[in-house]
């Protein structure tokens, strides 16, 4: 399958201060790209879909200006937490879906964010 | 709304024995079926998945059941392995192109 590459896969960070995670497909361009967060134990939780080269799509309840969404390139999307609190701690993961056909969608390894 | 239920949200199974989780979907527009498996501290992993136009696909252990009429498909995984010891998710592919999971279920295969 399709390779998607997820950095960092940990980060710890102060309170208040914003993170960026990186998530890049490897060998297929990603025209979609969807951003999960997951809490122990659940569900993955879809926060927003992007689009390359347009605005992310937030899932009601998800603060865009707080888990900021880029999608400048086919291979590149990343989620900035803004001015990071304990309760954004968890772990997030993206996926990518190849083309405007394409169905399979292939996950990153996560990442794991703690804030103290 | 969108909603898949998955059962059983655990599951222990002797190593050999086969292991079947169900999930319902309510999306009759809902047109690809796919199965992650997802270890501790990892992201999930498609282990196969299945399309409407079919009711059965099977690879080496691993195969999954899809009755469009009931809306429910299933994994089966035969001569289970401890290595298959995860949690598994199904998923349906809403009409707007998302992918609704369901709850997740913990396997643990004995040795």
């Known amino acids: 399958g399709a390779v998607v590459s997820q950095h960092p896969s940990r980060v710890i960070c102060k309170s208040g201060t914003s993170v960026k995670i990186e998530c890049r497909s490897l060998d297929f361009q990603a025209t979609t790209m969807f951003w999960y967060r997951q809490f122990p134990k659940q569900s993955l939780m879809l926060m927003a879909t992007?689009?390359?080269?347009?605005?992310?799509?937030?899932e009601q309840g998800v603060e865009k200006d707080k888990f900021l969404i880029n999608h400048a390139s086919l291979t590149l999307s990343t989620l900035t937490v803004t001015s990071a609190h304990p309760e954004d701690s968890s772990f997030y993961i993206c996926s990518a879906r190849e083309g405007a056909r394409g169905t399979e969608a292939f996950f990153g390894q996560g990442t794991r964010l703690t804030v103290v | 709304g969108e909603n898949v239920e998955q059962h059983p949200s655990t599951l222990s199974v002797q190593e050999g024995d086969s292991a079947v989780i169900k999930c319902t979907y309510s999306?009759?527009?809902?047109?690809?079926f796919p199965w992650y498996k997802q270890e501790l501290g990892k992201g999930p992993q498609l282990i196969i998945d299945?399309?409407?136009?079919?009711g059965e696909k099977k690879d080496q252990r691993i195969a999954v059941t899809l009755n469009k009429t009931a809306k429910h498909f299933s994994l089966h995984i035969t001569e289970t392995q401890p290595e298959d010891s995860a949690v598994y998710f199904c998923?349906?592919?809403?009409?707007?192109?998302?992918?609704?999971f369901g709850q997740g279920t913990e396997l643990s295969v004995k040795p």
């Open positions: 999306d009759s527009a809902s047109n690809y």
């Open positions: 992007s689009n390359e080269g347009s605005k992310a799509t937030y």
């Open positions: 299945i399309r409407s136009n079919v």
């Open positions: 998923a349906a592919k809403s009409q707007g192109g998302k992918l609704i």
